[in-house]
């Protein structure tokens, strides 16, 4: 069965820490894509990095960095230098038609 | 473009009431779907569309109804609401390739007593 598990049901921080989320996705796919999304305390989603399944280099692009380890299904995202508005839950997806994570609430103290 | 539209924003059902929960979206999406969001559940699916005509059930299916008649709209309805169907719904689009993000409509909070 097609399964995304996130273990951390909660992150507490101090502003300017590094924040690192994790994602396992169980499936027999081959190819496929993984997306994290971001849930503000206002509560619209947004869709903020996606990676794929043949492809485990690290990738950045500003605060956000994540990566791909295959063998494990594992897929992290990391929040360099924590702001207060990176407070959230931040949800891993799989592309096909599965639910998503149970969430991981990320909070940034000032 | 107004994206992924819901309405009503929020709704107050007596149990046994029916009703429909309203999506729209304007980007020509093939793909759209359903979640429910409860404390601690993540996003769970209900429904999805692979484009008009085409339904399928996700993985909390009992007690909605979807139709899509149109590449635009893609209504849920409940046909007698329960407490436990008392939850934060979101409706989302997407392209259908593999790599497509979703986009996701402001959500309807929805309250049956």
């Known amino acids: 069965a097609q399964k995304v598990t996130q273990a951390q049901t909660e992150i507490s921080v101090v502003e300017k820490e590094d924040v690192t989320l994790d994602c396992v996705y169980e499936?027999?796919?081959?190819?496929?894509?993984l997306f994290w999304y971001k849930q503000p305390p206002s509560g619209e989603l947004v869709f903020l990095i996606r990676?794929?399944?043949?492809?485990?280099q690290n990738e950045i692009s500003g605060r956000y960095s994540w990566n791909f380890q295959k063998s494990t299904s594992s897929f992290n995202f990391t929040i360099t230098a924590s702001q207060v508005v990176d407070s959230a839950v931040y949800f891993c997806?799989?592309?096909?038609?599965?639910?998503f994570g149970a969430g991981t609430t990320v909070t940034v103290r000032a | 473009n107004a994206g992924v539209t819901q309405t009503p924003k929020f709704q107050v059902l007596k149990t046994g009431q029916s009703m429909t929960l309203q999506c729209a979206q304007d980007?020509?999406?093939?793909?759209m779907s359903w979640y429910r969001q409860d404390p601690g559940m993540g996003l769970r699916l209900i429904h999805y569309?692979?484009?008009?005509?085409?339904?399928d059930q996700g993985e909390v299916p009992n007690g909605y109804n979807v139709s899509r008649s149109t590449t635009e709209d893609f209504p849920l309805r409940l046909l007698s609401a329960a407490p436990s169907q008392t939850s934060v719904y979101f409706c989302?689009?997407?392209?259908?390739?593999?790599?497509?993000?979703?986009?996701f409509g402001p959500g309807t909070r929805l309250t049956v007593l």
């Open positions: 997806a799989p592309h096909s038609r599965l639910s």
């Open positions: 499936t027999r796919d081959t190819t496929y894509y």
């Open positions: 990676r794929n399944s043949f492809d485990e």
């Open positions: 569309s692979v484009g008009a005509g085409i339904t």
């Open positions: 980007m020509n999406h093939e793909y």
């Open positions: 989302a689009s997407r392209e259908d390739g593999l790599a497509d993000e979703q986009f």
